[in-house]
Protein backbone atom coordinates (compact mmCIF):
# COMPACT_ATOMS: atom_id res chain seq x y z
CA UNK A 1 0.00 0.00 0.00
CA UNK A 2 1.49 3.25 -0.67
CA UNK A 3 0.44 7.00 0.56
CA UNK A 4 0.65 9.98 -1.99
CA UNK A 5 2.24 13.00 0.22
CA UNK A 6 0.97 15.36 -2.14
CA UNK A 7 -2.93 14.71 -1.70
CA UNK A 8 -2.98 11.68 0.54
CA UNK A 9 -4.51 9.09 -1.61
CA UNK A 10 -3.29 6.01 -0.54
CA UNK A 11 -3.51 3.23 -3.23
CA UNK A 12 -1.67 -0.31 -3.83
CA UNK A 13 1.06 -0.42 -6.28
CA UNK A 14 3.40 -3.25 -8.01
CA UNK A 15 1.74 -6.27 -9.60
CA UNK A 16 -1.20 -7.69 -7.95
CA UNK A 17 -1.27 -11.48 -7.42
CA UNK A 18 -4.08 -13.22 -9.14
CA UNK A 19 -5.36 -16.42 -7.02
CA UNK A 20 -6.36 -17.78 -10.39
CA UNK A 21 -3.36 -17.25 -11.72
CA UNK A 22 -1.09 -18.75 -8.79
CA UNK A 23 -3.12 -21.78 -8.63
CA UNK A 24 -2.55 -22.67 -12.01
CA UNK A 25 1.11 -22.39 -11.41
CA UNK A 26 0.51 -24.90 -8.58
CA UNK A 27 -1.54 -27.03 -10.82
CA UNK A 28 0.87 -26.94 -13.94
CA UNK A 29 4.18 -26.57 -12.46
CA UNK A 30 6.21 -28.57 -10.24
CA UNK A 31 7.13 -25.58 -7.80
CA UNK A 32 6.39 -25.92 -3.84
CA UNK A 33 4.97 -23.17 -1.81
CA UNK A 34 8.53 -21.52 -1.44
CA UNK A 35 9.32 -21.40 -4.53
CA UNK A 36 6.46 -19.72 -5.62
CA UNK A 37 6.74 -17.65 -3.07
CA UNK A 38 10.17 -16.25 -4.25
CA UNK A 39 8.36 -15.93 -7.80
CA UNK A 40 5.78 -13.96 -6.10
CA UNK A 41 7.56 -11.82 -3.40
CA UNK A 42 5.66 -13.02 -0.80
CA UNK A 43 5.08 -15.42 1.84
CA UNK A 44 4.45 -19.13 1.64
CA UNK A 45 1.27 -18.48 3.74
CA UNK A 46 0.18 -16.08 1.26
CA UNK A 47 0.62 -18.47 -1.45
CA UNK A 48 -1.38 -20.77 0.50
CA UNK A 49 -4.02 -18.11 1.07
CA UNK A 50 -4.16 -17.57 -3.01
CA UNK A 51 -4.57 -21.07 -3.50
CA UNK A 52 -7.56 -21.36 -1.17
CA UNK A 53 -8.81 -18.35 -2.73
CA UNK A 54 -9.06 -19.36 -6.55
CA UNK A 55 -12.02 -20.83 -7.49
CA UNK A 56 -12.17 -23.79 -10.06
CA UNK A 57 -13.15 -23.42 -13.64
CA UNK A 58 -16.39 -24.23 -14.48
CA UNK A 59 -17.14 -27.13 -17.35
CA UNK A 60 -17.45 -25.68 -20.55
CA UNK A 61 -20.75 -27.26 -22.44
CA UNK A 62 -20.33 -28.58 -25.75
CA UNK A 63 -22.07 -30.17 -28.22
CA UNK A 64 -25.69 -31.34 -26.61
CA UNK A 65 -25.48 -34.82 -28.19
CA UNK A 66 -23.16 -37.44 -26.57
CA UNK A 67 -21.19 -40.20 -26.32
CA UNK A 68 -20.35 -41.03 -22.51
CA UNK A 69 -17.44 -42.30 -21.29
CA UNK A 70 -17.13 -42.72 -17.87
CA UNK A 71 -14.64 -44.29 -15.34
CA UNK A 72 -13.58 -44.03 -11.61
CA UNK A 73 -10.22 -43.76 -9.95
CA UNK A 74 -8.69 -43.07 -6.79
CA UNK A 75 -6.02 -40.36 -5.60
CA UNK A 76 -5.26 -41.82 -2.15
CA UNK A 77 -7.93 -41.12 0.17
CA UNK A 78 -10.17 -39.59 -3.10
CA UNK A 79 -12.77 -41.27 -5.37
CA UNK A 80 -13.09 -39.05 -8.97
CA UNK A 81 -16.09 -40.53 -11.02
CA UNK A 82 -15.57 -38.50 -14.34
CA UNK A 83 -18.17 -38.61 -17.38
CA UNK A 84 -16.29 -36.93 -20.69
CA UNK A 85 -18.51 -36.73 -24.24
CA UNK A 86 -16.17 -38.59 -26.67
CA UNK A 87 -17.82 -36.43 -29.61
CA UNK A 88 -15.95 -33.20 -28.58
CA UNK A 89 -13.52 -34.10 -25.86
CA UNK A 90 -15.25 -31.73 -23.44
CA UNK A 91 -15.95 -33.17 -19.32
CA UNK A 92 -19.11 -33.60 -19.18
CA UNK A 93 -19.65 -34.39 -15.05
CA UNK A 94 -16.83 -34.64 -12.16
CA UNK A 95 -17.80 -36.31 -8.65
CA UNK A 96 -15.76 -37.11 -5.86
CA UNK A 97 -16.73 -40.57 -4.79
CA UNK A 98 -16.16 -42.62 -1.39
CA UNK A 99 -16.58 -45.85 -4.06
CA UNK A 100 -17.41 -46.55 -7.36
CA UNK A 101 -20.81 -47.66 -7.40
CA UNK A 102 -23.15 -48.84 -9.82
CA UNK A 103 -25.55 -46.43 -8.97
CA UNK A 104 -23.21 -43.79 -9.05
CA UNK A 105 -22.91 -44.27 -12.41
CA UNK A 106 -26.49 -43.99 -13.11
CA UNK A 107 -27.21 -40.76 -11.20
CA UNK A 108 -24.56 -39.57 -13.21
CA UNK A 109 -26.02 -40.13 -16.40
CA UNK A 110 -29.63 -38.96 -15.14
CA UNK A 111 -27.87 -35.13 -13.85
CA UNK A 112 -25.93 -35.07 -17.49
CA UNK A 113 -29.71 -35.88 -19.47
CA UNK A 114 -31.16 -33.07 -17.01
CA UNK A 115 -28.07 -30.52 -18.44
CA UNK A 116 -30.24 -31.10 -21.77
CA UNK A 117 -27.48 -33.50 -23.15
CA UNK A 118 -28.87 -36.58 -25.28
CA UNK A 119 -26.86 -39.37 -24.26
CA UNK A 120 -26.73 -41.87 -27.53
CA UNK A 121 -24.50 -44.50 -26.23
CA UNK A 122 -21.60 -45.24 -22.94
CA UNK A 123 -18.44 -46.64 -22.48
CA UNK A 124 -17.91 -48.41 -19.10
CA UNK A 125 -15.37 -50.38 -17.87
CA UNK A 126 -17.98 -53.69 -17.56
CA UNK A 127 -18.59 -53.49 -13.75
CA UNK A 128 -21.24 -56.04 -12.57
CA UNK A 129 -24.90 -54.77 -13.02
CA UNK A 130 -23.76 -51.76 -15.61
CA UNK A 131 -25.03 -53.39 -18.81
CA UNK A 132 -28.82 -53.73 -16.88
CA UNK A 133 -28.44 -50.25 -15.72
CA UNK A 134 -28.71 -49.13 -19.07
CA UNK A 135 -30.93 -51.22 -21.17
CA UNK A 136 -32.46 -48.37 -23.11
CA UNK A 137 -28.57 -46.75 -24.09
CA UNK A 138 -25.96 -49.00 -26.02
CA UNK A 139 -23.63 -49.69 -23.27
CA UNK A 140 -19.62 -50.64 -24.79
CA UNK A 141 -17.40 -52.59 -22.10
CA UNK A 142 -13.80 -50.92 -22.59
CA UNK A 143 -11.78 -53.33 -24.56
CA UNK A 144 -8.77 -52.57 -22.49
CA UNK A 145 -10.52 -53.11 -19.38
CA UNK A 146 -11.44 -56.31 -20.34
CA UNK A 147 -7.53 -57.60 -21.45
CA UNK A 148 -7.22 -56.50 -17.95
CA UNK A 149 -9.76 -58.72 -16.15
CA UNK A 150 -8.10 -61.65 -18.02
CA UNK A 151 -4.85 -60.65 -17.39
CA UNK A 152 -6.06 -60.20 -13.45
CA UNK A 153 -6.73 -64.53 -13.74
CA UNK A 154 -4.02 -65.31 -15.85
CA UNK A 155 -1.37 -62.70 -14.96
CA UNK A 156 0.37 -61.57 -17.96
CA UNK A 157 3.35 -64.48 -17.96
CA UNK A 158 1.01 -67.64 -17.32
CA UNK A 159 2.75 -70.86 -17.23
CA UNK A 160 -0.33 -72.98 -18.95
CA UNK A 161 -0.08 -73.33 -22.58
CA UNK A 162 -3.98 -72.78 -22.92
CA UNK A 163 -3.14 -69.83 -20.54
CA UNK A 164 -0.51 -68.40 -22.93
CA UNK A 165 -3.09 -68.86 -26.08
CA UNK A 166 -6.01 -67.15 -24.35
CA UNK A 167 -4.09 -63.88 -23.23
CA UNK A 168 -2.41 -63.61 -26.98
CA UNK A 169 -6.46 -63.94 -27.94
CA UNK A 170 -7.74 -61.27 -25.56
CA UNK A 171 -4.65 -58.91 -26.84
CA UNK A 172 -6.19 -59.21 -30.30
CA UNK A 173 -9.38 -57.69 -29.18
CA UNK A 174 -8.60 -54.25 -30.11
CA UNK A 175 -7.88 -55.18 -33.59
CA UNK A 176 -10.79 -57.76 -34.52
CA UNK A 177 -14.17 -57.66 -35.02
CA UNK A 178 -16.72 -60.12 -33.72
CA UNK A 179 -16.82 -62.81 -35.92
CA UNK A 180 -13.86 -63.27 -36.63
CA UNK A 181 -12.49 -62.64 -32.26
CA UNK A 182 -15.84 -65.09 -31.52
CA UNK A 183 -14.70 -67.57 -34.09
CA UNK A 184 -11.03 -67.41 -32.43
CA UNK A 185 -12.41 -67.77 -29.15
CA UNK A 186 -14.56 -70.97 -30.50
CA UNK A 187 -11.24 -72.66 -31.82
CA UNK A 188 -9.29 -71.83 -28.23
CA UNK A 189 -12.31 -73.80 -26.24
CA UNK A 190 -12.51 -77.01 -29.19
CA UNK A 191 -8.81 -76.97 -28.40
CA UNK A 192 -8.80 -76.45 -24.73
CA UNK A 193 -12.34 -77.89 -23.40
CA UNK A 194 -10.74 -80.44 -21.71
CA UNK A 195 -8.24 -78.93 -19.85
CA UNK A 196 -10.97 -76.32 -18.35
CA UNK A 197 -13.01 -79.44 -17.21
CA UNK A 198 -9.92 -81.12 -15.49
CA UNK A 199 -11.05 -81.83 -12.16
CA UNK A 200 -8.59 -82.10 -8.89
CA UNK A 201 -10.07 -84.89 -6.09
CA UNK A 202 -9.15 -84.63 -2.50
CA UNK A 203 -10.90 -85.53 0.79
CA UNK A 204 -12.52 -83.25 3.33
CA UNK A 205 -14.54 -84.52 6.41
CA UNK A 206 -13.89 -88.35 5.23
CA UNK A 207 -15.39 -87.26 1.70
CA UNK A 208 -14.28 -87.22 -1.82
CA UNK A 209 -14.14 -83.78 -2.78
CA UNK A 210 -13.42 -82.33 -6.25
CA UNK A 211 -12.68 -78.99 -7.61
CA UNK A 212 -11.95 -77.47 -11.16
CA UNK A 213 -8.07 -77.65 -11.77
CA UNK A 214 -7.89 -74.41 -13.43
CA UNK A 215 -10.35 -72.44 -12.05
CA UNK A 216 -8.48 -68.76 -12.98
CA UNK A 217 -8.57 -70.34 -16.69
CA UNK A 218 -11.98 -71.00 -16.69
CA UNK A 219 -13.03 -67.54 -15.15
CA UNK A 220 -10.89 -65.88 -17.83
CA UNK A 221 -12.68 -67.99 -20.97
CA UNK A 222 -16.16 -67.26 -19.21
CA UNK A 223 -15.20 -63.66 -18.85
CA UNK A 224 -14.79 -63.42 -22.28
CA UNK A 225 -17.68 -65.44 -23.48
CA UNK A 226 -20.03 -63.52 -20.89
CA UNK A 227 -19.03 -60.10 -22.09
CA UNK A 228 -19.33 -61.02 -25.48
CA UNK A 229 -22.06 -59.34 -26.09
CA UNK A 230 -21.09 -55.87 -25.35
CA UNK A 231 -17.75 -56.55 -26.76
CA UNK A 232 -18.31 -54.98 -30.09
CA UNK A 233 -21.44 -52.72 -29.49
CA UNK A 234 -18.98 -49.74 -31.54
CA UNK A 235 -19.15 -52.01 -34.35
CA UNK A 236 -22.88 -52.15 -34.60
CA UNK A 237 -23.82 -48.92 -34.42
CA UNK A 238 -20.77 -47.68 -36.34
CA UNK A 239 -22.88 -44.29 -37.45
CA UNK A 240 -22.33 -43.19 -33.86
CA UNK A 241 -19.15 -43.22 -33.74
CA UNK A 242 -18.64 -45.26 -30.25
CA UNK A 243 -14.90 -45.34 -28.98
CA UNK A 244 -14.11 -49.42 -27.95
CA UNK A 245 -12.12 -48.05 -24.67
CA UNK A 246 -12.17 -45.46 -21.83
CA UNK A 247 -8.22 -44.35 -22.99
CA UNK A 248 -9.43 -40.71 -23.86
CA UNK A 249 -10.24 -40.66 -19.79
CA UNK A 250 -7.25 -43.02 -18.78
CA UNK A 251 -4.64 -40.77 -19.89
CA UNK A 252 -5.65 -37.87 -17.95
CA UNK A 253 -5.89 -39.89 -14.98
CA UNK A 254 -2.22 -40.63 -15.19
CA UNK A 255 -1.11 -36.76 -15.89
CA UNK A 256 -3.31 -35.89 -13.19
CA UNK A 257 -1.60 -38.43 -10.96
CA UNK A 258 1.52 -36.93 -11.73
CA UNK A 259 0.69 -33.75 -10.91
CA UNK A 260 -0.71 -34.65 -7.58
CA UNK A 261 2.04 -36.49 -7.16
CA UNK A 262 4.74 -33.55 -7.42
CA UNK A 263 2.36 -31.99 -4.04
CA UNK A 264 2.63 -34.62 -1.56
CA UNK A 265 0.51 -33.77 1.61
CA UNK A 266 -2.16 -31.17 0.36
CA UNK A 267 -5.31 -31.37 2.18
CA UNK A 268 -8.25 -33.61 1.01
CA UNK A 269 -9.42 -30.04 0.46
CA UNK A 270 -7.32 -28.63 -1.70
CA UNK A 271 -7.13 -32.15 -3.14
CA UNK A 272 -10.49 -31.79 -4.37
CA UNK A 273 -10.09 -28.12 -5.55
CA UNK A 274 -7.11 -29.37 -7.65
CA UNK A 275 -8.71 -31.91 -9.87
CA UNK A 276 -12.16 -29.74 -10.48
CA UNK A 277 -9.69 -27.38 -11.60
CA UNK A 278 -7.91 -30.26 -13.91
CA UNK A 279 -10.96 -30.83 -15.24
CA UNK A 280 -12.46 -28.04 -16.38
CA UNK A 281 -10.09 -26.95 -18.43
Not at 83 to 91: M, P
Not at 132 to 143: E, R, S, T
Not at 177 to 195: C, G, I, P, Q
Request: net charge positive; charged share 25%.
Amino acid sequence: MYKCHACGRQFQGGDRRSPQIIFRDYLEGKQTYAQLAAKYHCSARTIQRCIDKAKPGSLQKGITVANVVMDTTYFSDTGVMVFKNSLDGKTLLVRIVNNETVRGYVEGIEHIKGMGYSVQAIVADGRRGIFNAFKDIPVQLCHFHQVKTVSKYLTKRPKLKASKELRQLSLLLKCSDRRSFENSLDVWYAKWHETLDERTFFEKDGQERSTYTHMNLRKAYRSLRRNMPHLFVFEEWRELNIPNTTNCLDGHFSDLKNKLRNHNGLSRRRKVKMIMEYFST
